[in-house]
């Protein structure tokens, strides 16, 4: 396949074996950031565009990652288990024991890194917007569009929604999504890229890993999310597929 500047980093992401590891390498949110062209979005990173395209390429041409899957063969059903059952479960059980680490490290750290304090809030904002966040999904928007393309497979209508249209819900789960990629980036900023100080305990480190982690997953999550799912139930809602 052959990749340009004019496409759009979500695009890119969605279609070009291996870009979602390269652009998390390089600091390029294609996640929330998605509509974005890869040469904006290189430009915002303030990385050279020539050099992210060969790499891109390079990737795009080798042997497909071990795990990697080419997730617009997958049905919708199939994608929101996975999404549920990968990303959902990761979330909640991350939450807790990262919480708990950032109390343990805020009560050593606290008086010499107080940046951590900052850190602990921010997470724990994150956690509750996420939690509220998941149930819609699960609840509401989710089981919507299982029933959706259900109805399609067997010939019938898209059937009746209560929020009228299923972009609804969906610019609203975007708009959440939006909120916690700043959420991430503040994040990133307070740690300095969860680069840990001289004096960082093994908690204070295993933190740091632990919040990182938590970004890729997160990332990866909203990609899924943003960029497969959400146009592709639109379409399917649309009758263009
Ligand atoms: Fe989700
Ligand atoms: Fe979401």
Wanted: charge should be negative; include cysteine.
């Amino acid at each position: 396949m052959t990749i340009t500047a004019a496409q759009t980093v979500g695009q890119i992401a969605t279609d070009a074996p291996g870009a979602t590891r390269e652009f998390e390498k390089l600091g390029i949110d294609y996640c929330c950031g998605g509509t974005r062209t890869l040469g904006e979005a290189c430009a915002q990173a303030n990385v050279n565009l020539d050099d992210v395209l060969a790499r891109l390429q390079r990737n795009a041409a080798a042997p497909s990652p071990v795990g990697e899957q080419d997730w617009q063969t997958w049905s919708l059903s199939d994608l929101i288990a996975h999404i549920n059952g990968t990303h959902h479960v990761f979330v909640r059980s991350e939450c807790p024991r990262i919480q708990a680490l950032a109390v343990k490290v805020v009560k050593v750290h606290g008086k010499n890194h107080p940046e951590l304090l900052a850190v602990q809030d921010q997470f724990s904002a994150l956690v509750g917007e996420l939690r509220a966040h998941l149930m819609k999904e699960e609840q509401v928007l989710f089981p919507y569009v299982v029933r959706m393309e259900q109805s399609v497979l067997a010939g019938q209508p898209v059937p009746p929604a209560m929020f009228g249209t299923v972009v609804n819900p969906i610019r609203m789960m975007m708009s959440e999504h939006d909120g916690a990629g700043d959420a991430l980036r503040q994040l990133r900023s307070l740690t300095r890229d969860y680069e840990a100080p001289p004096d960082a305990c093994i908690s204070y480190r295993t933190l740091f890993a632990a919040l990182q982690e938590f970004e890729a997953d997160l990332h990866q999550h909203i990609h899924l999310e943003n960029n497969i799912l959400f146009p592709r139930a639109a379409a399917m809602e649309a009758g263009r597929k």
